[in-house]
């Protein structure tokens, strides 16, 4: 099993408050480690219909099958339990009884919000990130690694392909989460969505682009947007902006969570074939920003994370919100350097200031240059971690 570097905000969470709560997409490894870290905990899983039916007509019976302290899967399957959860937490207050996970925040994040709030402290958990493959001594070159994406279970079955892998996953994703969902009345016309949004991957947001190509309203659209994004297939990269009235871009990014999901979605199927691809390049950059987002997320910090780009077309790729300042990137997944890449990181600077930069490529590491730092790929993940740690523990 590959170490997870969010473990010591789940350790420390559990000796602070009753429960934590742990959300991720589905597959990303949160069962995994909550049953390593705990392993004497009793677990529930409520993708289990027995156990599922059980946990809505009888909690009582449910708790006394699974006693505290308890690890309980796919929450969401029965939001009804949070509330006699937080009824057991209030008669005792003992710490570290409950981890409750989930795979979509819909509905989950309502009523956790009105039944735990104060009692519960909420992590966010992402597929691996590349440092934590690195650390296990599994270093992939560039290609292969936006292939075969973070998701733990390739790197725990070496047989099968990521393009496999991923149509299961997404099959999966579709017939479970999405027919979770009474917004979806159309699954071909979501499935189409879902394509165009691979193709438009690093792009701007553009709802009625969207609504026009599927041929469904842009209302319609922006909910299923909203699904996609609670159940973190996506996520949306917020601009940066000096004030409301600047030309500054004020329209989001749209990423994927994991780039083997947007590579099986433009039907990239071997590293040779992603070498030649068009969207390679977005590509390298969505690995970039998730793996900023993983930083942040391990380190329980609160939305620092920002893109810039102004109505000439300057752009800063990730903006990393520090006490110290602001620290830029530039993301290029070109092998070499340039001094082009600078352009966007000196017009910020000159113009705004920044507390530290760097430009994140595909080659080797090297000394400072011409102002700015070059990191390749594999050490982006350091950049963000935070100087100063800013828990949120509580919702």
């Not at 996970?101 to 590349?130: E, Y």
Request: charged share 25%; net charge neutral.
């Amino acid at each position: 099993m590959i170490k997870r570097l969010i473990e010591k905000q789940i350790i420390q969470s559990m000796k602070d408050f009753p429960s934590v709560t742990i959300y991720g997409p589905r597959q990303c490894g949160k069962t995994t480690t909550a049953r390593n870290l705990f392993p004497d905990f009793s677990y529930a899983n409520l993708e289990d219909m027995n156990v599922r039916r059980l946990a809505f007509d009888d909690p009582e019976g449910f708790f006394a099958r699974f006693p505290e302290p308890v690890i309980i899967d796919e929450i969401q399957r029965v939001p009804e339990l949070i509330s006699a959860v937080q009824i057991r937490i209030d008669k005792t207050g003992k710490k570290g009884q409950y981890v409750l996970t989930g795979s979509q925040q819909i509905a989950l994040k309502a009523a956790v919000s009105q039944s735990l709030a104060g009692r519960t402290a909420v992590l966010n958990m992402l597929p691996l990130s590349v440092k934590e493959l690195v650390k296990e001594g599994i270093v992939l070159d560039r290609d292969t690694q936006l292939l075969a994406g973070n998701m733990p279970y390739l790197y725990a079955n070496k047989g099968i392909s990521p393009s496999e892998y991923y149509k299961s996953y997404i099959e999966t994703y579709l017939g479970r989460d999405i027919a979770m969902q009474n917004q979806v009345h159309d699954m071909m016309s979501f499935e189409r969505m879902l394509h165009l949004l691979a193709s438009r991957v690093g792009q701007l947001l553009n709802e009625s682009s969207l609504a026009s190509d599927t041929g469904i309203s842009t209302k319609v659209i922006k909910g299923w947007l909203s699904i996609l994004e609670a159940t973190h297939i996506i996520y949306f990269l917020k601009p940066w902006y000096s004030s409301r009235t600047n030309q500054e871009v004020k329209t989001p990014k749209i990423y994927f969570c994991d780039t083997g999901i947007a590579a099986y979605l433009l039907g990239i199927e071997t590293p040779a074939q992603m070498n030649r691809d068009p969207l390679m390049g977005q590509l390298f950059e969505n690995m970039i920003i998730m793996e900023a987002l993983k930083a942040e997320y391990d380190n329980n910090t609160i939305d620092s994370l920002f893109f810039f780009r102004n109505s000439n077309g300057v752009e800063v790729d990730l903006m990393h919100r520090r006490p110290e300042g602001m620290n830029i990137a530039e993301v290029k997944s070109s092998m070499s350097i340039s001094k082009d890449f600078l352009k966007g990181i000196d017009y910020y600077r000159n113009k705004f200031g920044a507390a530290s930069s760097n430009v994140i490529y595909a080659g080797e590491s090297c000394p400072e240059y011409l102002g700015s730092g070059f990191v390749n790929f594999h050490e982006a993940y350091d950049l963000f971690v935070p100087k100063t740690q800013r828990f949120r523990l509580d919702i």
